[in-house]
């Protein structure tokens, strides 16, 4: 069974950092090419980021110079670093086995605010 779990979240100051977290089971993650997507309120899924099996890697221009994905394929684990946050960077985030979000977690709620 698939399983993708996110942490993280939570509430930041406008130019603070997160790091959030997606630790994945249910398949083999090492050759999974895998996804950050985000819903803001009232908006639909935004795709973020994508990184390859071989850990290539690309941004929305949204966040491109801002958020970093990685993983660590031994823990199983998906990884979006996220730096310089702003208040339009709130969102519920999730991690994804596909660019538009279909198949994601349950998500964690990130909120920018002062």
């Known amino acids: 069974q698939v399983q993708l779990v996110e942490s993280g979240g939570g509430l930041v100051q406008p130019g603070g950092s997160l790091r959030l977290s997606c630790v994945v089971s249910?398949?083999?993650?090492?050759?999974?090419?895998m996804y950050w997507v985000r819903q803001a309120p009232g908006k639909g899924l935004e795709w973020l980021s994508t990184i390859t099996g071989g850990s290539s890697t690309d941004y929305a221009d949204s966040v491109k110079g801002r958020f970093t994905i990685s993983r660590d394929n031994a823990k199983n684990t998906l990884y979006l670093q996220m730096n310089s946050l702003q208040p339009e960077d709130t969102a519920v985030y999730y991690c994804?086995?596909?660019?538009?979000?279909?198949?994601r977690g349950q998500g964690t709620q990130v909120t920018v605010s002062s």
């Open positions: 994804a086995l596909d660019n538009k979000g279909v198949l």
């Open positions: 249910g398949f083999t993650f090492s050759r999974q090419w």
